[in-house]
């Protein structure tokens, strides 16, 4: 499904989502990703830090690389604070500067900006996910790992990640089921690390809804998450991997 407004590339061997997104992305593929240093940002981020763990002090602003992210990013604020539907095409030419026309010549429509947006941050989180289960077969380990890298991302691109758990639902037709799929396939990678820790005899057997708490206390961190605040994205993490490894772990 690609279009003009695309913004990222994703490694050869890991194409763009399409209308068969929720097959698995092969294990190499997924390592080579987890092997990057970078989280994914808006136009205004540079990664520059090295190394997964890297923290978000190595993270600098710089300047919209082209009018397409610029463009994306304006939205998604928007989207963000007033909800995607309550944001009309007028308004997002006003906002961007940018007439109609000029507008037209970057995205086909608003709904495929939207699509553009969540798949940028959602589809980048899967990649990461699938990586984790290779590389790391400690699944105590791997839930801190796949929280670090969740909260960063959520951290850095709050407007971008508030629209992916809010305003997905918008989405259509293929569109709307790209994105489910991957959701559930990085729920999938969640659910796969617990059962690791089971078949290891580490955890106990949780049902379902347990796991879908769990990640809704990651993914509704978008509504009280502040930059300035108390904690830090990695504190937060650490803090919420603490929290679920006290559910999951069987008591000795």
Same mark, same amino acid.
């Not at 978008?222 to 008591?251: C, Q, T, Y």
């Given at each position: 499904?690609?279009?003009?407004?695309?913004?990222?590339?994703?490694?050869?061997?890991?194409?763009?989502?399409?209308?068969?997104?929720?097959?698995?992305?092969?294990?190499?593929?997924?390592?080579?990703?987890?092997?990057?240093?970078?989280?994914?940002?808006?136009?205004?981020?540079? &990664?520059?830090?090295?190394?997964?763990?890297?923290?978000?002090?190595?993270?600098?602003?710089?300047?919209?690389?082209?009018?397409?992210?610029?463009?994306?990013?304006?939205?998604?604020?928007?989207?963000?604070?007033?909800?995607?539907?309550?944001?009309?095409?007028?308004?997002?030419?006003?906002?961007?500067?940018?007439?109609? &026309?000029?507008?037209?010549?970057?995205?086909?429509?608003?709904?495929?900006?939207?699509?553009?947006?969540?798949?940028?941050?959602?589809?980048?989180?899967?990649?990461? &996910?699938?990586?984790?289960?290779?590389?790391?077969?400690?699944?105590?380990?791997?839930?801190?790992?796949?929280?670090?890298?969740?909260?960063?991302?959520?951290?850095?691109?709050?407007?971008?990640?508030?629209?992916?758990?809010?305003?997905?639902?918008?989405?259509?037709?293929?569109?709307?089921?790209?994105?489910?799929?991957?959701?559930?396939?990085?729920?999938?990678?969640?659910?796969?690390t617990f059962k690791d820790g089971e078949s290891q005899g580490l955890f106990k057997t949780l049902p379902a809804v347990?796991?879908?708490?769990?990640?809704?206390?990651?993914?509704?961190? $978008?509504?009280?998450?502040?930059?300035?605040?108390?904690?830090?994205?990695?504190?937060?993490?650490?803090? $919420?991997?603490?929290?679920?490894?006290?559910?999951?772990?069987?008591?000795?």
């Open positions: 499904m690609a279009t003009r407004t695309t913004t990222r590339k994703a490694p050869k061997s890991q194409p763009r989502a399409k209308a068969d997104a929720s097959k698995p992305k092969t294990s190499e593929s997924s390592q080579d990703r987890n092997d990057s240093s970078d989280v994914p940002t808006g136009p205004y981020i540079d &990664g520059t830090a090295s190394g997964e763990d890297a923290g978000v002090a190595g993270l600098s602003a710089a300047p919209a690389t082209n009018q397409g992210e610029r463009i994306q990013h304006i939205a998604a604020k928007l989207f963000a604070d007033r909800g995607y539907r309550g944001i009309g095409v007028a308004e997002l030419c006003e906002a961007v500067g940018l007439g109609r &026309g000029a507008l037209y010549y970057h995205i086909n429509s608003k709904e495929e900006l939207l699509f553009n947006i969540v798949v940028r941050y959602i589809e980048d989180l899967v990649i990461f &996910g699938q990586g984790a289960l290779v590389r790391e077969t400690d699944p105590r380990q791997r839930i801190r790992r796949l929280s670090r890298y969740l909260m960063r991302v959520i951290a850095q691109n709050l407007p971008e990640m508030t629209v992916c758990f809010r305003e997905a639902d918008a989405l259509t037709g293929q569109r709307h089921k790209v994105v489910s799929d991957l959701h559930q396939q990085y729920q999938d990678v969640w659910l796969r347990a796991i879908k708490g769990i990640l809704g206390m990651y993914f509704y961190s $978008f509504l009280w998450f502040k930059s300035n605040g108390r904690h830090s994205p990695d504190e937060v993490a650490e803090i $919420f991997a603490d929290m679920v490894l006290a559910i999951v772990e069987k008591k000795t």
